[in-house]
């Protein structure tokens, strides 16, 4: 009978140990990547986006974006004033009259933004080793800081789900000057889940930046 309950009190003070090892920033983002793309689909997804985005002046506008990830491809329309097409690093300018460098930087912005928590898997991505703790709504999460060149993202993904509930970015660690987005309903493209509205606020004073919405996706088959 001792050796049982020394047993029991054994295996007790291991699962204690255990659920107070910190979780570490790498398993975090796996968990959210297991949610969000959990056939690994993203890295060959063919799909079209369709966007609906509005700003506090009452502008209105709709955007799509063509992509092909197995063969870096995107055609991006933004409402029809300026366009682009982009295979790799090489960009034609289909109409407007900006440069190939405006097309390139509207390319990451979004594959970027659409492509995450999975774009976080891009080689050069920073991702600090600490954990932090925040709650998005009533949702416990552990938060993740990506740091990069010109600043700093933090995102909230679900404790239990893996789920992205949240993120935000800041010029330097003082988090005096960003933007948060918060995040609200889902799209699915095949077994992905991507967040479907998106609210940008600006930091400091909480101002109202937009929103943006992806209205649908449809997949293309090959």
């Excluded at 003070?13 to 690994?40: N, Q, W």
């Excluded at 799909?47 to 502008?59: K, V």
């Excluded at 366009?83 to 979004?110: V, W």
Aim: overall charge negative.
């Amino acid at each position: 009978m001792n050796r049982i309950l020394h047993i029991l009190l054994f295996l007790t003070l291991i699962g204690t140990i255990l659920s107070a090892a910190p979780t570490s920033a790498a398993s975090v983002l796996k968990r959210a990547i297991a949610y969000h793309d959990p056939e690994g689909t993203w890295p060959t997804l063919n799909a079209t986006f369709h966007f609906a985005e509005t700003r506090p002046d009452g502008r209105a506008s709709e955007s799509t974006m063509e992509l092909d990830n197995s063969r870096t491809f995107m055609r991006v329309n933004m409402g029809g004033k300026e366009s682009y097409e982009i295979t790799g690093e090489s960009c034609l300018i289909l109409s407007g009259d900006k440069d190939e460098k405006r097309g390139l930087m509207i390319r990451n912005y979004f594959l970027y933004l659409w492509g995450l928590p999975m774009k976080l898997l891009d080689p050069g991505t920073i991702l600090a080793p600490q954990v932090e703790s925040s709650e998005i709504d009533g949702f416990p999460c552990d938060v993740l800081r990506v740091i990069y060149e010109k600043d700093t993202w933090y995102f909230h993904i679900d404790r239990e789900s893996g789920r992205m509930r949240q993120y935000e970015f800041y010029k330097d660690d003082t988090k005096a000057a960003g933007e948060i987005i918060t995040l609200e309903d889902e799209v699915s493209a095949g077994s992905i889940r991507i967040p479907q509205k998106r609210n940008w606020y600006k930091i400091p004073g909480n101002e109202y930046l937009g929103t943006d919405v992806l209205t649908r996706v449809q997949r293309t088959n090959k």
